[in-house]
């Protein structure tokens, strides 16, 4: 089983930039990729972005795409979000994931699930 830990999240203003680090412990041998998702409220969760764990290739939601970057320090088993150029309609609790096979990655469905940071940003 991996347990996932997620910080960095804050309140910051439109334009500015965070950095959200994800450290998996437990059966990381196991872990295929990592991603991130977002819930805002009153909406559903959506997906933010993947990293594959041994090649290092991402994709990204088209909403991020060009402005966040996921990024991963195998020797930490830490996975990072780079959130650059934030805008208000990015403010949301953000989770990091892991996904344990390919099929998982592709289908956007994780096995696993940090606890969530909150990242607020204000006009």
């Known amino acids: 089983q991996v347990q996932l830990v997620e910080s960095g999240g804050g309140l910051v203003q439109a334009g500015g930039s965070l950095r959200l680090p994800c450290t998996a412990s437990?059966?990381?041998?196991?872990?295929?990729?990592m991603g991130w998702f977002r819930q805002a409220p009153g909406k559903e969760r959506e997906f933010v972005g993947t990293?594959?764990?041994?090649?290092?290739?991402?994709m990204y939601a088209d909403a991020v795409k060009g402005r966040f970057t996921i990024s991963r320090d195998s020797d930490k088993n830490t996975e990072y979000l780079q959130m650059n150029s934030l805008k208000p309609e990015d403010t949301a609790v953000y989770y990091c994931a892991v996904y344990e096979n390919l099929r998982g990655a592709l289908t956007k469905t994780p096995g696993t699930w940090g606890q969530g940071t909150q990242v607020t940003v204000s006009s």
């Open positions: 990293i594959i764990w041994n090649t290092g290739n991402t």
């Open positions: 437990g059966r990381t041998f196991s872990n295929y990729a």
